[in-house]
């Protein structure tokens, strides 16, 4: 089919010049050689395009002259094996190599060499285009990208940052809230069944005490406080000696304590919708210059434990430009007798870097009230919050991070050698300033 459209294009062809007839014939042959060589069914349909091709360029290329053994295409029955046979021989070889095959090259060149350059030019140009219009969709792209993140992603992200603030202040204050119910109760519980209170015959449990915390100048601790949260460690007594756990009845005061930790802060809300809308609004006008008045902002916050004599408590410190808040994070402070405290900075006496477990992590902190806490963090924290509270500049804070510097400045002993001072009062200031607590029992 395709050998029968070949041929009817070459007979409408009007070959113009003897290169463009060197190209066909040159192109030709090629494949017929290959063809002939091979014995393929290739020749076949060649043969009616070299018969139409021959009878056109026969004088145009001066065939009769340059190959006067040419078998005749005029029809010949027997052309088909006549020019296999004369391809093979040295006339036709030689016709092609010094004339046909120098003429094809030559009109390759001349007619195919402007195209390839015209080719190569618009497919640079194509080229080109395609790097600028790739740079364009990538900077399009980048734009696209940042006002996506400018006009969506980060209003997104501070406004869910506002709700985590605005959520985690609400739970801070419902967690106040109900840790003052909690403290407001079991002082007016304590009021009524002390002692001397309207109630003390109702009062049927044993009074015990505990040794109180706060110390004299000399660092001894002398007084005793009644110890309202007294446990005797019953269980681990009887499971100590394998005679079980005997559940015990709650007492009326734990029943109490636990209705009052029923109680919901939107209770005393509703008390506040009540009002009038008027006296509404002139109670939080009046609440917000208070707390305008009294703003105070947070400086640092992090987690750490306190130490005590007989327990560890997790928790997070907090410090602001006005006061020092410990949040008391154990289990127990879910019961009501957590360990939560605030101190004013002015309260605060001495502040000295201790050790914990042989680690380089603690702070002991003095008041005035002659009370002191020892805090436990990881060394880096403990040593941002050293310097921060230090930063605050409060006129009673005094530092230092080198004991040594610290006993030199104290001028203890020149008090000691001109007997102003006892030496039991020495021998503790000088334990204090060596990183002895009362707090951690293996110092």
């Not at 145009?60 to 029809?75: E, K, R, V």
């Not at 940042?146 to 997104?156: A, D, N």
Request: proline share 3%.
């Amino acid at each position: 089919m395709a050998a029968a459209k070949l041929n009817t294009l070459l007979q409408t062809k009007v070959i113009e010049s003897q290169s463009e007839g060197c190209y066909l014939l040159g192109k030709l042959e090629g494949i017929l050689s290959r063809s002939i060589e091979e014995k393929t069914e290739t020749y076949s349909f060649l043969i009616p395009l070299v018969r139409t091709l021959v009878s056109k360029i026969y004088e145009l290329l001066f065939m009769g002259l340059h190959l006067p053994s040419l078998p005749p295409t005029n029809g010949s029955p027997s052309f088909f094996e006549d020019f296999q046979e004369y391809c093979s021989c040295d006339e036709w070889q030689v016709y092609i190599d010094k004339y046909i095959i120098p003429n094809m090259k030559q009109y390759e060149e001349n007619s195919f060499r402007h195209d390839q350059e015209q080719m190569a030019l618009y497919w640079k140009d194509c080229y080109e285009a395609f790097m600028v219009n790739m740079h364009k969709r990538d900077r399009e792209r980048g734009e696209s990208k940042l006002k996506f993140q400018e006009y969506f992603v980060e209003p997104f992200s501070r406004k869910a940052r506002q709700e985590n603030l605005r959520y985690n202040s609400m739970l801070k204050q419902l967690n106040s809230q109900h840790t003052a119910v909690l403290r407001q109760w079991r002082a007016v519980q304590l009021y009524l069944l002390s002692e001397r209170g309207p109630w003390s015959e109702m009062k049927q449990q044993p009074i015990h005490w505990k040794l109180s915390n706060v110390e004299n100048f000399s660092r001894m601790r002398l007084k005793l406080v009644q110890n309202y949260n007294f446990n005797s460690h019953q269980d681990a007594s009887d499971l100590r000696d394998n005679l079980g756990v005997h559940p015990t009845q709650p007492s009326s005061e734990s029943l109490l304590l636990e209705a009052v930790k029923q109680v919901k802060v939107s209770d005393l809300e509703d008390d506040i919708l009540e009002l009038p809308e008027e006296d509404t609004a002139v109670i939080l006008n009046l609440d917000e210059k208070d707390e305008q008045s009294q703003k105070e902002k947070l400086i640092l916050s992090e987690d750490c434990e306190l130490i005590t004599v007989i327990d560890v408590i997790p928790g997070r410190l907090e410090v602001t430009t006005q006061h020092i808040y410990f949040f008391d994070g154990s289990t127990e402070k879910e019961e009501g007798v957590g360990s939560d405290f605030k101190w004013h900075l002015s309260q605060i006496r001495e502040i000295h870097l201790r050790r914990y477990n042989l680690r380089r992590s603690a702070l002991e902190i003095f008041l005035t009230d002659q009370t002191n806490y020892f805090l436990n963090f990881s060394k880096e924290v403990r040593n941002k919050v050293y310097s921060r509270i230090l930063s605050l500049r409060s006129p009673n804070i005094s530092g230092t991070r080198s004991p040594q510097e610290l006993f030199k400045a104290s001028g203890l002993m020149q008090k000691w050698v001109n007997r102003e001072i006892s030496n039991f009062d020495y021998l503790m200031q000088l334990n204090t300033m060596a990183g002895r607590t009362y707090n951690d029992l293996a110092q």
